[in-house]
T-cell receptor, first 109, second 113 residues
Framework: GQQVMQIPQYQHVQEGEDFTTYCNSS?????IQWYKQRPGGHPVFLIQ?????EVKKQKRLTFQFGEAKKNSSLHITATQTTDVGTYFC?????????FGPGTRLSVLP | DAGVIQSPRHEVTEMGQEVTLRCKPI?????LFWYRQTMMRGLELLIY????????DSGMPEDRFSAKMPNASFSTLKIQPSEPRDSAVYFC???????????FGPGTRLTVL
């Protein structure tokens, strides 16, 4: 079946450093979504990417969708303590939807 | 809109007891999802419905788990009998259509002793 992998599993950064998480699919995706889950909270939708090579920005967050629509990345510039949480990618394969295992980000003040 | 509503927020029960988790999706949303989250296994999709019809229940762990959606505004996830390994946070999510952004409820934290 379809699998979505994410690396790294954990990332510890000093406040102000950049952070990147990568998402890879074993097969071509229809689209990909990114979610953030704060500690003790529930996943919250961040963005959806649909087109091959698409790049979207939300303030300090930059999202990319690979040309082959099999991988994606989320980059945070100059992390802040409010960025702490787990970032999930979720790949859509037609009627199926698979979440990656997530990358847990810790930001040290 | 109040968002996706789940009840109870916390449930502590003893092994062998029946557990029923409830979900009210956002009004107008046609797809509903049940997830289970644990430290070991991450976020797992258990089952999802489209227009109240179960589409894919391949994620349901075993016959002890069952889910229903009798109408567009209500769904239940039942575990009978419950076991300690069922302890997890169970999320319900809804989306306008399949493939669109999902709105998650606050979750039900289940502890089976």
């Amino acid at each position: 079946g379809q699998q979505v992998m994410q690396i790294p599993q954990y990332q510890h950064v000093q406040e102000g450093e950049d952070f990147t998480t990568y998402c890879n699919s074993s097969t071509t995706l229809s689209n990909i979504q990114w979610y953030k889950q704060r500690p003790g909270g529930h996943p919250v939708f961040l963005i959806q990417l649909v087109k091959s090579g698409e790049v979207k920005k939300q303030k300090r967050l930059t999202f990319q969708f690979g040309e082959a629509k099999k991988n994606s990345s989320l980059h945070i510039t100059a992390t802040q303590t409010t960025d702490v949480g787990t970032y999930f990618c979720a790949g859509s394969y037609g009627q199926n939807f698979v979440f990656g295992p997530g990358t847990r980000l810790s930001v040290l003040p | 809109d109040a968002g996706v509503i789940q009840s109870p927020r916390h449930e502590v029960t003893e092994m062998g007891q029946e557990v029923t988790l409830r979900c009210k999706p956002i009004s107008g949303h046609n797809s509903l999802f049940w997830y289970r989250q644990t430290m070991m296994r991450g976020l797992e999709l258990l089952i999802y419905f489209n227009n109240n019809v179960p589409i894919d229940d391949s994620g349901m762990p075993e016959d002890r788990f069952s889910a229903k959606m009798p109408n567009a505004s209500f769904s239940t996830l039942k575990i009978q009998p419950s076991e300690p390994r069922d302890s997890a946070v169970y999320f319900c999510a809804s989306s306008f259509v399949m493939g669109n952004e999902q709105f998650f409820g606050p979750g039900t934290r289940l502890t089976v002793l």
